[in-house]
């Protein structure tokens, strides 16, 4: 079976522009989470997302926004790029929103 | 607030030598999730194993083994006889456990280990 997969694998971008990245879950799993790694660091969580709805939301500002579409893929979106923005945005699944989260490998962002 | 600490952040060690990569926690929770992880060079955070808070059974998988000792708050992970392969950065993780709300991560700041053939 196909594991998470995300797009785009890397983008550069300048300051001031909007980015999204896209994900798909593993067939059959319904949540999808987001997180920032800034290199050096541990994975951040961004953002979870559970049958379309949110359910919960990390320490990141409202330029952050996100969505989970009826086939359960997800798009996290970005709106002015910050340098500090640069970083690999992972995304992961599970069954539900308890379970355990199996992770895709990663949008490497470089904003210039 | 949950948090969950590495010390070792770089580990070298030649192979076939055993390995262990601490990792101590701290939540609030009564009920909670620790989970092992492995980011390879290529980026993907791989899922090693998941310890529920009420369970302090040790656990073996091949050269893998965790030690959950929740009266120190530690979840240690050792690799047996490690491999070249073995290389990667480690991340160990605490999550709640309660119906009805999102699984957010905690991540540990991770431990690069290094295996020399």
């Known amino acids: 079976d196909a594991g998470v997969t995300q797009s785009p694998t890397h983008l550069i971008k300048t300051r001031g522009q909007h980015v999204t990245l896209r994900c798909s879950p593993i067939s059959g799993h319904k949540s999808v989470s987001w997180y920032q790694q800034v290199l050096g660091q541990g994975p951040q969580f961004i953002f979870q997302?559970?049958?379309?709805?949110?359910?919960g939301r990390g320490n990141f500002p409202d330029r952050f926004s996100a969505r989970q579409f009826p086939n359960y893929s997800s798009e996290l979106n970005v709106n002015a790029l910050l340098l500090g923005d640069s970083a690999l945005y992972l995304c992961?699944?599970?069954?539900?929103?308890?379970?355990?989260?199996?992770f895709g490998p990663g949008t490497r962002l470089l904003v210039l | 607030a949950q948090k969950v600490t590495q010390a070792q952040t770089e580990i070298s060690v030649v192979e076939k030598e055993d390995v262990t990569l601490d990792c101590v926690y701290e939540t609030r929770d009564t009920t909670y999730y620790l989970f092992w992880y492995k980011q390879p060079p290529s980026g993907e955070l791989v899922f090693l194993i998941r310890?529920?808070?009420?369970?302090?059974q040790n656990e073996i998988s091949g050269r893998y083994s965790w030690n959950f000792q929740k009266s120190t708050s530690s979840f240690n992970f050792t690799i047996t006889a490690s491999q070249v392969v073995d290389s990667a950065v480690y991340f160990c993780a605490l999550s709640r456990r309660y119906s009805g709300s999102a699984r957010q991560l905690t991540f540990g700041s991770g431990t690069q280990l290094t295996v020399l053939p």
């Open positions: 997302y559970y049958e379309k709805e949110e359910r």
């Open positions: 310890r529920n808070s009420f369970d302090e």
């Open positions: 992961a699944s599970s069954l539900a929103s308890q379970e355990t989260q199996y």
